[in-house]
């Protein structure tokens, strides 16, 4: 077999044992040795056949490539988890019932600190380039649920913390309910915090794309530096202050929006029954604020006429002309709310 | 051998090979003792777990117009050994009961 043949064929069989990312430094590894092999004297057919048989390569990768990170116990109960940044891309978090604290690490290792009560355990494990921070219920109490039919059992709940190395430039998917989600001091490329019954806090961040959903929850976003910014939720108020983002679409329902210090190109605000209020806000391409019985106050940087304006409330006053034609989009519409914005420079 | 075992001996001897000095992988199974029967194919599941666990650092230097992997030991890796011939002295002192046993 040529060198070429057996490189081929190895890469064949990991991309098929779902090992794809591995395949590539796999690869280079065995293309490295078969040259010093062949470089030392030997012919490329003697050097592969030392390798010996592909599916047993194969094997033993698949071995060392499951070996997961191993939790330390701390305190009864208290697990932490230690994981060297190495390749990590990507870091799963999926839970239920809990919150969750995101935020930097001291070292350039990801500690994972868990509970394991009597209802509910964690499997943490580490395979390819991915973290899973994975909650589950014990077998023994999934049993007695059923028997029983209920849903739950409220028991003491202890929130996870993941701490994230500095060095770490991968993606960050969380996802929780009835439990709070926070995520301070940390830079990714992606990050991604879903949870339901409870709030979001985002602080001192930066990343490409960011995106957080709850529902009966308020969103609160802080020093924020992110390409791109989604923020949703229903039932909660939306605070967002110093945030630098080309685009930011927030949205909720029954709940004011507080805004300070924006800057972006394009900021899509939405409400229903609430306030929208804003301070210091530099947009250069669209600006759009709707809310319905709730008024919209705030100013927004420049003058006036940088503004093409289209704006209307009913049974509430309304400070803004319609018409005018300046370069930056400004649609602004409410009911029963008044309307009262104006501008830095005027 | 006892695989488990194996592997330990293999990783401590990789690490100690490393510890005279960064080594890609053809020159480490040179220099491992032949008892390991050490081969390519064999190294490499042992270089990606020492180098996901942090013992080692790996960087790339070019050679010939291509690019050779060389591995460094780390401080975790130092203390890996340490903590190897920590454990083994106790399997000895076994080890040295054992064979008394099978002397008498």
């Given at each position: 077999?040529?060198?070429?043949?057996f490189?081929?064929?190895?890469?064949s069989k990991?991309?098929?044992i779902?090992?794809?990312t591995e395949?590539k430094k796999?690869?280079?590894y065995?293309d490295e040795?078969?040259?010093?092999?062949?470089?030392?004297?030997?012919?490329?057919?003697?050097a592969v056949?030392?390798?010996?048989?592909?599916d047993?390569i194969i094997d033993s990768?698949?071995?060392?490539l499951?070996?997961?990170?191993?939790p330390v116990?701390?305190?009864?109960g208290?697990y932490?988890?230690d994981?060297?940044?190495g390749s990590?891309?990507?870091?799963?978090?999926d839970?239920?019932n809990?919150?969750?604290?995101?935020?930097?690490?001291?070292?350039?290792?990801?500690h994972?600190?868990?509970?394991e009560t009597?209802?509910?355990?964690?499997?943490?494990?580490?395979?390819g380039n991915?973290?899973?921070?994975i909650?589950?219920e014990k077998?023994?109490f999934?049993?007695i649920?059923?028997?029983?039919?209920?849903?739950?059992?409220?028991?003491?709940t202890?929130?996870v913390?993941?701490?994230?190395p500095?060095t770490?430039?991968?993606?960050?998917d969380?996802?929780?309910t009835?439990?709070?989600a926070q995520i301070?001091?940390?830079s990714?490329?992606?990050?991604?915090?879903k949870t339901?019954?409870?709030?979001v806090?985002?602080?001192?961040i930066?990343?490409?794309?960011?995106?957080?959903?709850?529902?009966?929850?308020?969103i609160?976003?802080n020093?924020?530096a992110?390409?791109?910014?989604e923020l949703?939720?229903?039932n909660?108020?939306?605070t967002?202050n110093s945030?630098?983002s080309?685009?930011i679409?927030?949205?909720?329902?029954n709940?004011t929006v507080?805004l300070?210090?924006?800057?972006?190109?394009s900021?899509?605000?939405?409400t229903s029954n609430g306030t929208v209020?804003?301070r210091?806000?530099s947009?250069?391409?669209?600006?759009?604020?709707?809310?319905?019985?709730g008024?919209?106050?705030?100013t927004l940087?420049?003058?006036?006429?940088?503004y093409?304006?289209?704006?209307?409330?009913s049974?509430?006053?309304?400070?803004?002309p319609?018409g005018t034609?300046g370069?930056?989009k400004?649609?602004?519409?409410?009911?029963n709310?008044?309307i009262d914005v104006?501008f830095?420079?005027? | 051998?006892?695989?488990?075992?194996k592997?330990g001996l293999?990783e401590?001897a990789?690490l100690?090979t490393?510890?005279?000095?960064?080594?890609?992988?053809y020159?480490?199974?040179?220099d491992?003792?032949p008892?390991?029967?050490?081969?390519?194919?064999t190294?490499?599941?042992?270089?990606?777990?020492?180098?996901?666990?942090?013992c080692?650092?790996?960087?790339s230097?070019?050679h010939?117009?291509?690019?050779r992997?060389y591995?460094?030991?780390?401080n975790i890796?130092?203390?890996?050994?340490k903590?190897?011939?920590?454990?083994f002295?106790l399997?000895?002192k076994?080890y040295?009961?054992?064979?008394a046993?099978?002397e008498?």
């Amino acid at each position: 077999m040529t060198k070429k043949e057996f490189l081929c064929e190895l890469e064949s069989k990991l991309i098929k044992i779902g090992k794809s990312t591995e395949s590539k430094k796999t690869i280079e590894y065995f293309d490295e040795v078969i040259s010093d092999m062949i470089e030392s004297g030997m012919t490329e057919n003697d050097a592969v056949e030392k390798l010996g048989n592909i599916d047993s390569i194969i094997d033993s990768i698949r071995d060392e490539l499951t070996t997961d990170p191993i939790p330390v116990e701390k305190k009864k109960g208290e697990y932490v988890t230690d994981v060297v940044a190495g390749s990590v891309e990507n870091l799963i978090y999926d839970d239920k019932n809990n919150s969750v604290i995101i935020e930097s690490s001291p070292d350039d290792e990801f500690h994972i600190t868990t509970h394991e009560t009597e209802q509910k355990g964690y499997n943490i494990s580490q395979s390819g380039n991915d973290i899973k921070i994975i909650a589950f219920e014990k077998e023994g109490f999934k049993k007695i649920r059923s028997i029983f039919g209920f849903t739950s059992v409220n028991e003491k709940t202890y929130p996870v913390i993941i701490k994230i190395p500095r060095t770490f430039s991968g993606n960050i998917d969380s996802k929780t309910t009835n439990g709070s989600a926070q995520i301070k001091g940390v830079s990714a490329n992606n990050i991604t915090l879903k949870t339901r019954n409870g709030s979001v806090r985002i602080e001192s961040i930066a990343t490409k794309y960011i995106d957080a959903d709850t529902t009966n929850g308020s969103i609160t976003v802080n020093s924020v530096a992110s390409d791109h910014t989604e923020l949703h939720t229903t039932n909660g108020s939306i605070t967002l202050n110093s945030i630098a983002s080309p685009t930011i679409n927030a949205s909720t329902s029954n709940g004011t929006v507080h805004l300070s210090s924006i800057a972006g190109s394009s900021l899509n605000v939405s409400t229903s029954n609430g306030t929208v209020d804003f301070r210091s806000i530099s947009v250069s391409g669209t600006v759009i604020f709707h809310s319905s019985n709730g008024k919209i106050v705030g100013t927004l940087a420049g003058k006036m006429s940088d503004y093409a304006i289209t704006s209307n409330t009913s049974n509430a006053k309304n400070n803004l002309p319609n018409g005018t034609s300046g370069g930056i989009k400004l649609d602004v519409s409410t009911s029963n709310g008044r309307i009262d914005v104006h501008f830095s420079e005027e | 051998m006892d695989a488990q075992l194996k592997r330990g001996l293999f990783e401590a001897a990789v690490l100690r090979t490393l510890k005279k000095g960064d080594s890609y992988g053809y020159l480490i199974i040179k220099d491992l003792p032949p008892e390991l029967d050490a081969t390519e194919s064999t190294l490499y599941p042992i270089l990606k777990r020492l180098e996901s666990s942090g013992c080692v650092r790996v960087y790339s230097v070019e050679h010939n117009s291509r690019l050779r992997r060389y591995y460094s030991i780390t401080n975790i890796g130092e203390a890996k050994i340490k903590k190897f011939l920590e454990d083994f002295a106790l399997v000895m002192k076994v080890y040295n009961y054992i064979d008394a046993e099978e002397e008498q």
